[in-house]
Each structure stands twice: as structure tokens, then as C-alpha cells.
């Protein structure tokens, strides 16, 4: 079983979306246990390619390519898991979303793409995202983080009134709330009440991660 | 002088630095072989067909720039603004929608490359012309760099008429088209940065 695990890993870790996908369906064909195969082998295969980006062999294509394999085989697996009432894959539920007055789109549609395929359940608000429907999207869904992106020293105040709103409301505790984009920083995410700031897409996977899990 | 719309400026995007921008600088060769240098090469020519390079700019004494007075001291300075349309971002976002996240994002960076290089083409030009006045330029600086408050982006659209180039500015000061670029150069025989935290001191 570890050989097939392996194969499902480097078929991330290659961005070879076809292989993963022919491996989902093996798995599936084969009753393999799909929940291992998720954990054991696609999941390991992008925490790999998340370190390698990191450390500077792999470049921006090979990190989507590795999140896109993911999820072409979760499109595949994730169904079988709910009808099989399996739980333990989710890590969390996130609502993410550009704010209002911003229309950048590209870099926030990439986070959510790599928490997506790193076992987040992802609501994607899209651009324009005021703080009111962020703050209904997390209820709705039930979330446990809130992401904000923003790309404007102009438009960044607003991810300070998602934090103002939720005060108001009585409800900051409720929600883990991270920032990211160009302007913003540690130091902002401080000044706002943010629990965290991600300067980019694996590093707001392992934030998410640790922040939910409370680790 | 009246300001001079530059249309159909002719650019080349460039691999190298598409690759650059895409974070890779001289690297390992690992991506080679999986395909992306097929995608690149697509990418890039269907970029080509959507880019409408063009850019409006005007020369003028530093004060005609309204809300501000950081240029008040500079005689000559051009003041610019470029774009390379709609197109491309269209199908960015499409290419998104769709889930085609490596093109969508390739093709997002082919357009980054695509407006520096059209910003590029234009400070040539205003390079040339001082030149031939025995002037130089100072490199362009944009909006929100250094002491130039990004607010004072909508009294540079008050100078510019940059709708005849199809670029709007919406109330948090973000242009559209989103590649757009909007900047000023100053001319001199002696030209100073205009960018750095410093540089008002160097005036």
C-alpha cells in the first residue's frame, strides 16, 4: 500500500494532473482506504512541493501544477468520503475573499486553491467582498477562519472593519482572522487585531493550519 | 504642451522575464519537462493577441500636479499614465472561474511583464526627447512609492485625460484596466530619484 501512497505523492509533486487523477480512480476502483490515500499520499505530495517552493527549487507554475493535481484527485475522492461518513480529513473551514474596493483577484484565488488542496473546506467570495458578507459567508458555512486579501494601501482598512465589525458583534472570538497582500504585514495584522498575516499561499496554509488547531 | 496619447505601441513580452517573475531566476532546472515551457510558449502568444499597449503623457512644470507639492520645485517633469487593456484580464478572470489556475496565472504574469514593458517603451520615448534637448531623465516613480501619497493618484488624472486611453480610476485609487501604470520622470540636466523616502530632501 505504501508503494501506492508513494506513486500519489510524486504524481503531485511532478504536477502531473492526469496521473492523479488516474490514481484517484484506482483507489476508488480498487477500494483502496480513501482517506489514507488522501493523507498518506496526495496531501504529503503538496506539503512537499509547499517546502520545496519554499526553500526556492520549484518556481510559481510547479506550486499551482502540484495544488491543481490535488485537486483533481479530491474531485474525485472527497465525494466517496461523505457518502462513507468518514471524517477526520477536513483540517478546517475557511470563507476567503478580496475586500471591497479591490478587484485583484489572482493571488487570493492561488490561496485558495493551496488550502483547498492541503484538506481546507474553501468558500471563495471572489473580488469586492464587503465586510458584511464576509462576516454572513463565515456564519453561513459555519467557518473557523476568515481571510482577507487586499492589494491597496487604500483598501486595506477594510480588513481592519471585518475585525471592528465582528466586535461589534460580539462574535471576534468565534473566527481565527488572517490578512494577507502586498501592503499588509505582521505589523499590521497587529495593529488591526488579526490573528495572524500570511505573505503568501503556502505560508497561509501552515498559518491556517497551526492557528485552527490551536498548536 | 498638450498631452500626447501614444497608441498601438509595439512590445515584445519577453520570456525571461515572465520566467523572472514567476520566481525563476537561474534556478534548478526541475520544471523542465513537465510541460510548463509548452504552456509558457502558449501563454505568451495568446497574450499577444490581447495586450493594447498604449499610454498618455504629458510634460510639464512639477506645480501643474494638483494636492500636492512635493514636485513644486521641479521645472520639467513628465507625468504618464499606460495600460495594455482589458482583454487580458478578462481572460485572467475567466481562466479562473474555469479553474485553469496555471494559465490564468501565467497569463496574469504575462500581463505584469507586458504593462512594465509598455511604462518601459514610454520612458524611452520621454528619454528621447530630452536627449535631444540635452536633458536626462530620472527613472519613473509611481503613486504610493516613497513620499508620493497614493491619494494623489486622482490629482494625476485630473491632469491626464487617461479615459482616452481607457484607463478609469475607482474610489480606492486602483486603476482599470488593473495593468496600468501610472508614473512621472523627471527632466533635467541633473535629474533626481523620485522615488525613496529621501528623495524630498534631495530637491
New interface residues.
Partial sequence: MMQFYEKCRKAVI???SDLALKLATEAIDKNKPVLDVIEKGFVKGIEEVGR?WED???????L??G??AV?KALSLLNPILSDQQTKGFEKGKVVIGTVE??????GK??VA?MLSASGFEVYDLGYDVGVDSFIEGADKWGVNCIASSAL????MQKQRGIIEKLKEQGIRNKYTVIVGGAPCSRKWADEIGADGYAKDAVSAVALVGKLISGD | MEPVILDNINIEIKEKEL?KI???MG??E??KG?G?EE??ASVLELASKLIEPKGIYVIAEGRSLGGTDIFDSLEKIAFSICTIGEKLEMK??AL?RE?S??E???L??AGSVAVEETADYIENRIGEIAAGEREKVSPRASP?YGEWK??NQKNLFELLPADRVGVTL?????M?P?KSISFAIHISESPVRLRGKKFLKKL
Fill in positions: 511532478e504536477g502531473d520545496l526556492g527549487t520549484f518556481f510559481l507554475p510547479e499551482v501544477m495544488a491543481e485537486k474596493g479591490d478587484i485583484h483577484d489572482i484565488t492561488l486553491t491597496l494601501t487604500t483598501t | 520566467l514567476l520566481g525563476n534556478r534548478a526541475s520544471w513537465k510548463i504552456k509558457i485572467v478572470n479562473s479553474g489556475m496555471l490564468a496565472v501565467l496574469d504574469s504610493g497614493i491619494a475607482g474610489n480606492s485609487m486602483m482599470s488593473q
